[in-house]
T-cell receptor, first 112, second 112 residues
Framework: QQQVKQSPQSLIVQKGGISIINCAYENTAFDYFPWYQQFPGKGPALLIAIRPDVSEKKEGRFTISFNKSAKQFSLHIMDSQPGDSATYFCAATPRGSYIPTFGRGTSLIVHP | ETGVTQSPTHLIKTRGQQVTLRCSSQSGHNTVSWYQQALGQGPQFIFQYYREEENGRGNFPPRFSGLQFPNYSSELNVNALELDDSALYLC???WGQGVEQYFGPGTRLTVT
């Protein structure tokens, strides 16, 4: 059972455009939602994270939008750059736990 | 501040053999978690070590085992290697059992 569903599997965006990646979860006990960025040959790097007490969190060009009632959250990358080309993973961690469940990842390509 | 380091970078083993992977946690972190990332998938939690004891385990068989040392570094041991064990093995460190985990670059294991 896939507890965190991520879409799309791949995404191609032009430089300067907005990249949007979506995740949906089923377990209402999840209360920490991080996004990771992974370049080829590297480990995932924590990008930004949110807890369900807020609906949006912004750090630079990266924004998480969170919809608790719909059990969905998304990553928005504004003014996408070729250097943003990477695989992005959403994850969710249950309350009282430290074990994240990851989505399957989205391969983002930003064309110059 | 020193990040998470892992060794070796790449490893090729034959089915049935045993392998040991190593991880040094980020300075100031006392908890190490291990993940298996198959090609095109998100990381899957194997287990976590906190204060030199296993502190949670994912859905992996007992032939996956580990150690944590007094300096918080850790080893992942896999016995009786199978072809499906081929993956990127990631180590992540954190402070206590915090949800913010920082990943190393991983060890690419190929089982032939």
């Amino acid at each position: 059972q896939q507890q965190v569903k991520q879409s799309p599997q791949s995404l191609i965006v032009q430089k300067g455009g907005i990249s949007i990646i979506n995740c949906a979860y089923e377990n209402t006990a999840f209360d920490y939602f991080p996004w990771y960025q992974q370049f080829p040959g590297k480990g995932p790097a924590l990008l930004i994270a949110i807890r369900p007490d807020v609906s949006e969190k912004k750090e630079g060009r990266f924004t998480i939008s969170f919809n608790k009632s719909a059990k969905q959250f998304s990553l928005h990358i504004m003014d996408s750059q070729p250097g943003d080309s990477a695989t992005y993973f959403c994850a969710a961690t249950p309350r009282g736990s430290y074990i994240p469940t990851f989505g399957r990842g989205t391969s983002l390509i930003v064309h110059p | 501040e020193t990040g998470v380091t892992q060794s070796p970078t790449h490893l090729i083993k034959t089915r049935g053999q045993q392998v040991t992977l190593r991880c040094s946690s980020q300075s100031g972190h006392n908890t190490v978690s291990w993940y298996q990332q198959a090609l095109g998938q998100g990381p899957q939690f194997i287990f976590q070590y906190y204060r030199e004891e296993e502190n949670g385990r994912g859905n992996f068989p007992p032939r996956f085992s580990g150690l944590q040392f007094p300096n918080y570094s850790s080893e992942l041991n896999v016995n009786a290697l199978e072809l499906d064990d081929s993956a990127l093995y990631l180590c992540a460190s954190s402070w206590g059992q915090g949800v913010e985990q920082y990943f190393g670059p991983g060890t690419r294991l190929t089982v032939t």
